[in-house]
């Protein structure tokens, strides 16, 4: 198992199916909170649900294997991160995140996708790692900027919300050289 240590209270654990309980317990009590940026909330209706999604995540082939991590702050756990969508033969991939809401604000969720980007780069042998953002989730966008990230742009109708509700993407990219 991947543990990637960010400072001494903050750790990337590489999930497992022990995490599922967290992953639901999380989403189950703050519905409405992750809900707004995060569409896989609603149909996250039972443990089965998380515990399916990591079942899918620790059982994939190591040659479609996509790198998702648990955050843990000081023993607690605070969200998920990791790499999803990666394209191996053109050495790109996306990270994507969320974080509990009574994590928010210090610095943790941008600490873990610097390690993330770190990993990506000298381990993964990435080239370019891009993570997607709704244009109006502030503090979902703080982090690429934080992090020298660039906007390429807007992709249009990015993310499938709801039935007949699609929410745009901001596009941020980073490349290996721009470190």
């Known amino acids: 198992m991947k543990i990637i240590r960010v400072n001494k209270d903050l750790i990337l654990k590489e999930l497992e199916l022990s995490d599922a309980e967290h992953i639901f317990k999380t989403i189950d009590s703050q519905r409405g ?17 998380s515990l399916d999604y990591v079942n899918s995540v620790v059982t994939m082939p ?14 607690d756990f605070a969200g998920l991160a990791g790499f999803k969508g990666t394209d191996r033969l053109n050495r790109k991939s996306e990270i994507g995140y969320w974080l509990r809401e009574e ?15 770190n990993f990506g780069f000298s381990e993964l042998g990435l080239n370019r790692i891009q993570i997607k953002c709704a244009p109006d989730n502030i503090k979902s966008n703080k982090i690429p900027q934080k992090l020298g990230f660039h906007l390429e742009g807007i992709e249009r109708d990015s993310e499938f919300v709801r039935e007949g509700v699609f929410r745009d993407a901001n596009v941020w990219s980073l490349l290996k050289k721009e470190l």
């Open 33 to 49: 909170y992750l809900g707004e940026w995060l569409p896989f909330v609603e149909f996250t209706k039972s443990i089965k649900d």
């Open 103 to 117: 994590f928010q604000g210090r610095g943790i969720m941008t600490e873990s996708v610097r390690a993330l980007i």
């Open 62 to 75: 190591e040659e479609c294997k996509e790198w998702q991590f648990a955050v843990f702050c000081g023993g």
